[in-house]
């Protein structure tokens, strides 16, 4: 896991010096306190990297060329497959100099081109310099694992893991990009392909950009399809326990230490049971928090003892304002998930005992866990407009209906076909932060913030109707995978460890898991709106090892506690420092504090927090 950054310029007016590129990768220290490359080429391209080493210690340094030093790549992630890759570029008479992935990645381009990205199995976000073509190729993992920042600027393009490491060589005094805002608003977090600078773009999930001199083209080099494949139910297991164990072995690969979170619930412990098959006394790390309501260390204990692994408790007070400011200063945008402060903590005290951790992170979204139950869908219905529900159906007889009569998947099928006419609507009202009217609220009247909310559903709307996906679940899981995984709980992910130069790795996210996942009946996924019904193949997968009462429990929260008291302190933060964002309506804001819920207030208190400390780099952080 590591910061990469670059920058090609065909302006030799605009070509930066070797301490102006130092300058502007040490921002990213924190992803790769281990060590330091860079590369100038005389054609205006500079590569620069921070690594935390991983694989192949001593003779991984990056950036890193082919042996004619006509190919260079930089490279943040992982590649699990790389072993295979290496055994058939070899074939192929490639030889290698290391035992790293990146040199796998150099001659997997010089082998396939650009089509190398259908044969790496990891997370990543990389950059690849072809000299003799002149051809910049930029590149983010199939479900956005890892990010990847850029910009362009008439002839000068730049890129990084981190945007805070871009602002320094922007032509342009950074500013806060108003739609970027407008969609924080609405969702707690900057989805791509926005940023909350202007003129800084993410790359999207499984999205690739090939830079010529003359050219910028985007596209998107993998597509998932729920595709059914007919088998029985012990065919679905027994296909599901092979490909599971395999992928979770190669997520061991580590020449460093190397543990596993476990929390006890079931996504954590099914990741923890596969990997006991190929490592003994592996170091898990459980989180016991004060929080009755969220601590889950009995069960976690339980599972370490059948899972013969080396569980080291770390406990956790859930005091979410005590490391609030510690916390989110850490997030290169604005980011309002409360759930960031705990997974923050866990991270600092993991790192003390390892360099690499596996996660359980995904599971709900690839196998259909607690975000599709009553309650949940409960909840979407009661914030829709009423346009938007069947006429003459109250919420009251919806919901009515969703906590008494659903106990079969068939049921779930009818809510999502006829309650609800527009599943982007419903899927982001479940979880938005503030609703369109309120914020409209926000802005000035001059102001148009809803434009860039109607793109992101319309962007929603037009995958849909490309992936053709009949079934409403698989829908779902498409839009949480493809929009709600990348910007909020892998960004999450991402930049809590990494600010704890943790690399964190996660199995269910595997591009090969997510396919097989598409391919199962929904029945293996969800068959009913109960607890137990949710995530039907990993549970079969855990009866062979625990007891139905330890698989089959409701699912423990994992944010902050949205107590009168949280309310009152986010309420004084927010008065004692006001949001400070010039686009802002501040009486509107004024207006509506007294009235809003305590996350919402959270999401806010974040945006403060972020304009405080992140609009503009420090003046000795400026490159130029």
């Not at 009423?386 to 007889?397: D, N, R, W, Y």
Request: hydrophobic fraction near 40%.
């Amino acid at each position: 896991m590591c910061g990469v950054w670059g920058f090609w310029s065909r302006d030799k007016k605009k070509r930066l010096e070797i301490e102006e590129i130092r300058r502007c990768t040490d921002i990213m220290y924190s992803r790769g306190p281990d060590d330091t490359g860079f590369h100038l080429d005389d054609d205006g391209l500079s590569f620069s990297f921070r690594r935390l080493s991983i694989i192949d210690v001593g003779a991984g340094h990056q950036p890193m060329s082919n042996q004619t030093q006509d190919i260079w790549v930089v490279f943040n992630g992982e590649i699990y497959n790389h072993k295979e890759l290496r055994t058939q570029l070899e074939g192929h008479g490639h030889v290698f100099r290391t035992r790293s992935d990146t040199e796998v990645i150099v001659h997997g381009y010089a082998q396939w081109g650009e089509r190398v990205l259908h044969h790496l199995a990891g997370m990543f976000g990389l950059a690849i310099w072809d000299k003799k073509r002149q051809t910049l190729l930029l590149a983010r993992d199939r479900m956005g694992i890892k990010p990847l920042y850029f910009f362009q600027e008439g002839s000068s393009v730049g890129f990084a893991s981190a945007p805070r490491a871009l602002l320094p060589i922007l032509n342009t005094p950074p500013t806060l990009d108003q739609e970027a805002l407008a969609l924080y608003l609405h969702l707690g977090h900057v989805p791509a392909p926005w940023s909350i600078y202007k003129g800084i773009q993410k790359l999207r999930p499984a999205e690739m950009a090939l830079i010529t001199p003359h050219t910028f083209q985007k596209k998107t080099y993998w597509e998932l399809r729920f595709q059914q494949t007919h088998r029985t139910n012990q065919q679905h297991l027994e296909a599901f326990t092979e490909l599971f164990e395999q992928v979770v072995q190669q997520h061991l690969q580590a020449d460093v230490p190397l543990g596993a979170f476990l929390s006890g619930g079931i996504d954590s412990t099914a990741v923890v049971q596969a990997a006991s098959k190929h490592t003994h006394s592996l170091r898990t790390f459980t989180a016991a928090f004060d929080d009755p309501e969220a601590d889950e260390t009995a069960y976690a204990q339980q599972a370490a003892e059948r899972l013969q692994t080396s569980n080291h408790l770390l406990h956790i007070s859930k005091a979410p304002l005590q490391h609030f400011t510690e916390t989110l200063s850490q997030f290169p945008e604005p980011f309002g998930d409360s759930a960031a402060v705990p997974n923050a903590l866990i991270s600092k005290q993991i790192r003390k005992h390892c360099t690499v951790a596996l996660s359980g992170d995904g599971g709900d979204e690839v196998f259909a866990g607690y975000h599709l139950r009553k309650h949940q869908i409960a909840s979407a219905l009661r914030r829709l407009p009423s346009s938007a529900l069947k006429s003459g159906v109250s919420i009251a007889k919806i919901a009515k209906y969703l906590t008494h009569k659903v106990n079969h998947h068939s049921h779930i099928h009818e809510i999502f076909e006829h309650a609800l006419q527009d599943l982007p609507t419903c899927y982001v009202a479940g979880r938005a932060q503030l609703m369109k009217p309120q914020v409209k609220m926000f802005f000035p009247k001059d102001t148009r913030p809803l434009d860039a909310i109607e793109t992101y559903y319309q962007m929603m709307r037009d995958e849909l109707q490309t992936a053709r996906i009949s079934d409403p679940i698989n829908a779902y899981l498409y839009l949480d995978q493809r929009f709600g995984l990348p910007a909020q709980m892998l960004t999450k992910v991402d930049v809590t460890s990494m600010a704890h130069s943790l690399e964190v790795r996660v199995p269910f996210l595997d591009h090969r898991i997510v396919e097989f996942a598409a391919s199962l009946p929904c029945s293996q996924k969800q068959s009913g709106l109960g607890a137990h019904n949710t995530k039907r193949i990993l549970r079969t997968y855990l009866e062979s090892t625990f007891p139905r009462a330890f698989i089959n429990r409701p699912k423990k929260g994992f944010g902050m506690p949205a107590s009168q008291r949280l309310k009152l302190q986010l309420q004084k933060e927010l008065s004692d420092s006001p949001l400070h964002s010039e686009t802002l309506h501040k009486k509107a804001i004024n207006a509506l504090l007294p009235y809003l819920d305590t996350h919402t207030l959270w999401n806010l208190a974040a945006l403060s927090l972020w304009e405080q400390n992140r609009l503009l780099p420090r003046p000795k952080e400026r490159c130029a």
